[in-house]
């Protein structure tokens, strides 16, 4: 499967964006999802999972009750609405995939996914 993100811009904090990932290439209603970041001279971190149904989701404590991940199957497309953003949100943006994973599952560590979008840069200014 192969993922294009974007939605990415400036924004002053306090504002919100709502970042997409289009796949192509294969159906994404059989792969777990997740968000992932890396800010300026930061390592690549965990924003928010998505289970293959929808059902399940998590996110990493920087972001939570501020961000929400969903996905339209039908669309073959997952989202990340961020609100309240934050200068220390700024970083790039990579939505992730996941094959042969589990219904119900949920997967929080990067290593697990096979195919990444190529990021989307979020600056959030003071």
């Known amino acids: 499967v192969q993922l294009q993100a974007s939605g990415g811009g400036l924004v002053q904090a306090g504002g919100s964006l709502r970042l997409s990932c289009a796949a192509s290439?294969?159906?994404?209603?059989?792969?777990?999802l997740g968000w992932f970041r890396q800010g300026p001279g930061k390592e690549r971190e965990f924003v928010g999972v998505?289970?293959?149904?929808?059902?399940?989701?998590d996110y990493g404590d920087p972001v939570k009750g501020r961000f929400t991940i969903s996905r339209d199957n039908a669309k073959n497309a997952v989202y990340l609405q961020m609100n309240s953003l934050k200068p220390e949100d700024t970083a790039v943006y990579y939505c992730?995939?996941?094959?042969?994973?589990?219904?119900?599952?949920?997967?929080?560590?990067?290593?697990?996914?096979?195919?990444w979008g190529q990021g989307t840069l979020v600056t959030v200014s003071s």
């Open positions: 998505i289970s293959r149904g929808g059902g399940f989701t």
């Open positions: 992730a995939a996941k094959s042969n994973a589990i219904y119900s599952g949920i997967y929080y560590n990067a290593a697990d996914y096979g195919a």
């Open positions: 290439g294969r159906a994404l209603s059989n792969y777990g």
